[in-house]
């Protein structure tokens, strides 16, 4: 059996149209990235697509996307990126697939709150520097997969509820028959079918994203019990890696849907559990060499060194983008694999810094591991803003400090008195966004009314509109109080 097409290395707008019309494409969807990070897509014959598409765009309502623009100046206008050219797996209809920038169609400039528009700005300024000319990012995007979820908000209730075939609290349930394969709490990293039920079906989503181009590197399930699993994908440049991110999710709850389940990257949806991390792997290159390999602690350069003291120093505000919901920080507690502390290691996971073993083996591997991050940031900014932090360490050759070589969980509060931490909350890493974002604003990457709409944003309909609302525990708590 022959896999189908789905990916062709496209470079051009005649690249794009003979690729559609060899694969008999019906319908184009043209996709662009919203500021928190969600695809949004409109779809059309495939008469409407020419090669003059890829410059003059296609027109949209920026006032009907989260954090854009105002109903009175709301036209915008998408622009096709041809590299991302890709077939649809999961429409009955061929459709193909392009991903686009979103530019302002009165100026013709990059809309500056267009995250893909960003990312692009963040490379430009890379190669500006002359630090480097490459920025390699490698996200470990775990997720689990329920059988059903069920939630509710009103004025006067509040509920939530997940399962899983594979979850602990099911071992008693009546099944007819119920055959015992349960997974235990903390009990889940890498069983071996029949405790690891969903091994079948990550397998035919790897199946799937090699079709469409990422390099899986490998699958298992992961630590919690419910169905938490993980999906690694080669390492790619900024800009690419942030595209293949995205259409790794769209895969992972297509693939999950189409089974009749549910795939969800919430980095915290069941207690006393791991949550969903998504441990992000950095290096820099220069003319085909890599800069993070050398002699130094762990195998690393004097650049990587610096390159991770920015992220260390910066790593409050980075929170704001890598950890960016309020349940993010149910997730940032200590004990479940997920670093508070803003300290860096070889080997060492208790780490926010990990510097894998391969890096002294081999400069080519030489990179360094973010632990802190979690999937539900949005790649374009989230890999733009770590970039900004580790160059902002360089260009200041900024000191790591020494490493932590020790289990940090394990450690006594004045053996840690020392030892930054990263934000509790939101609002926390949402205020320290407020007070250290100059290194954002370099080569004009970020700037300030991004800043600001994302900002607000978070704090008007998430951290406020949590805080207004009653807690169910809060109830176990109180109530008879």
Known sequence: MTDPTYR??????????????????????????????TWHHFTMPLHQLDEGAFERGYAFDGSSVRGWKSIEASDMT????????????????????????????????????????????AEAYLRSTGIADTAYFGPEAEFFIFEDVRFGNEGHAASYAVDSEMGAWNSGREEFPNLGYKVR????????????????????MCRILEQLGLVVERHHMEVATGGQAEIDFRYDRLLRQADNLSLFKYVVRNVARRAGKTATFMPKPIFADNGNGMHTHMSLWKDGEPLFGGDAYAGLSETGLHFLAGILKHGPALCAFTNPTTNSYKRLVPGFEAPVRLAYSGRNRSAAIRIPAESARSAKAARIEFRTPDPMANPYLAFSALLMAG?????RRLDPGEPLDRDIYNLSAEELADVPSAPA????????????????????????????????WKRTNEVNELRRRPHPYEFFLYYDA
């Open 391 to 395: 160059l902002d360490g360089v260009a």
């Open 8 to 37: 062709r290395n496209t470079k051009t707008p005649a690249d794009v149209l003979a690729f559609a019309r060899e694969q008999g494409a019906v319908m184009v969807d043209v996709r662009f990235t919203d500021l928190l990070g």
């Open 78 to 121: 998408v622009i096709p990126d041809p590299t991302t050219a890709f077939f649809d797996p999961f429409t009955e209809e061929p459709t193909l697939v392009l991903v686009g920038d979103v530019h302002d169609p009165v100026t013709g400039q990059d809309y500056e709150r267009d995250p893909r528009s960003l990312a692009r700005r």
């Open 185 to 204: 709490p903390k009990g889940g990293y890498v069983p071996v079918p029949p405790t690891d039920a969903h091994h079948d079906l990550r397998t035919e």
């Open 425 to 456: 909350s939101l609002e926390q890493a949402l205020d320290a966004l407020e007070r250290d974002h100059g290194f954002l604003l370099e080569g004009g990457v970020f700037n300030h009314d991004i800043l600001r709409a994302w900002i607000d």
